[in-house]
């Protein structure tokens, strides 16, 4: 009749997959769009139960929904978000799983009790999310770190400063953090040009990051606050003594020349070495004593670390 040839197109046409079994989940319905889905005709899939026609089994979470549909008469929409393989499908053109999620509906089909799985392919929406996701983690990275070299920016050195100074007023283990200046840099711009200049930064970071990374434990943050000038935050280091031996070596990786077209360069480094609470009890009196302690690294030769006076 032309109106079950209309509605037969219809079904044809959408881009939902739509399957129908029994109480014994036999295979009753199967329309063009699951079977370009799974590569799975119509002619094969009839008469077989839904946990045959595949190699692989079905998930635990759709057999329950199909029980439940065929037993109390409910309906669940399975999604791909909490049951992310809920039928063993695969992408025809690369072989990656396909994201899809379900609706089970209980129907009465062919004078039997049956149940309507409406099968839907979300593979875009996963995507979308996917790049959402992405593009969002990449907006928070940039807001806490510096463009130039990678290493953390002044707004995430504030937040973990904080937290550094809320966690060691809490157990009373004190901390170190380190203000560090390079010496000679802008003689550096000014021979070499700025190209060579944001070059030496660049490495001198990664030398400062790695020194960090490297310790036998991970032993902090590494910070660029801006020009030459960068910020280590030592929660691990529990002394002074620890805190300015670290230093001094940072001083001698910092000094170590950087090739730039077959030229070296090379600049000192003085660092300011102030620990918690000796030297301050907020992050502003520890950044001002830390600070304090480089200009006097500075003023007694540059090249080296200074201890602050306790406040």
Same mark, same amino acid.
């Not at 434990?217 to 590494?222: D, Q, T, V």
């Given at each position: ?42 002619? @094969? ?22 029980? %439940?549909? *065929? ?11 909490? !049951? ?8 025809? &053109? ?9 609706? @089970? ?7 039997? *009790? ?23 983690? %990449? ?5 806490? !770190? ?26 009373? %283990? ?12 802008? *003689? ?42 960068? @910020? ?6 529990? *002394? ?12 001698? @990786? ?15 480094? &003085?660092?300011?070495? +102030?620990?918690?609470?000796? %030297?301050?009890?907020?992050?502003? +009196? ?26």
């Amino acid at each position: 009749m032309p109106q079950q040839q209309d509605f037969k197109n219809i079904i044809n046409l959408l881009e939902t997959g739509l399957v129908i079994v029994n109480s014994t989940r036999k295979i009753l319905f199967w329309n063009p769009c699951v079977a370009r889905i799974t590569g799975i005709s119509e002619a @094969v899939a009839l008469g077989y139960r839904l946990d045959d026609i595949f190699k692989e089994p079905i998930d635990a979470a759709l057999v329950e929904a199909l029980e %439940q549909a *065929s037993n109390i008469n409910l309906s669940r929409r399975l999604s791909h978000q909490l !049951h992310p393989a809920l039928l063993p499908l695969y992408q025809l &053109s690369n072989g990656q799983p396909l994201h899809h999620s379900i609706l @089970v509906q209980p129907l009465v089909y062919q004078e039997q *009790s049956a149940c309507l799985l409406q099968i839907s392919d979300v593979s875009n929406t996963v995507k979308r999310e996917q790049h959402l996701r992405a593009a969002m983690e %990449q907006v928070r990275h940039l807001a806490h !770190h510096d463009p130039l070299t990678g290493l953390a920016n002044r707004a995430l050195l504030t937040i973990e400063l904080q937290k550094a100074c809320d966690l060691a007023t809490k157990n009373q %283990q004190p901390f170190a953090l380190l203000f560090i200046d390079l010496d000679g840099f802008k *003689s550096i711009n000014d021979r070499h040009g700025h190209d060579a200049g944001d070059f030496l930064l660049k490495t001198l970071a990664k030398r400062l990051d790695e020194a960090l990374k490297n310790a036998s434990e991970s032993l902090g943050l590494a910070t660029r606050l801006g020009g030459d000038e960068m @910020v280590a935050l030592l929660p691990k280091v529990k *002394s002074g003594n620890q805190a300015l031996e670290f230093a001094n070596q940072l001083c001698k @990786v910092l000094a170590e020349p950087v090739d730039w077209q077959n030229q070296p360069m090379q600049v000192g480094a &003085s660092i300011g070495v +102030a620990l918690w609470p000796q %030297q301050g009890i907020t992050p502003k +009196a520890l950044m001002k004593s830390a600070d304090n302690a480089m200009y006097l690294a500075k003023a007694r030769g540059k090249g080296q670390a200074m201890r602050a006076l306790n406040t």
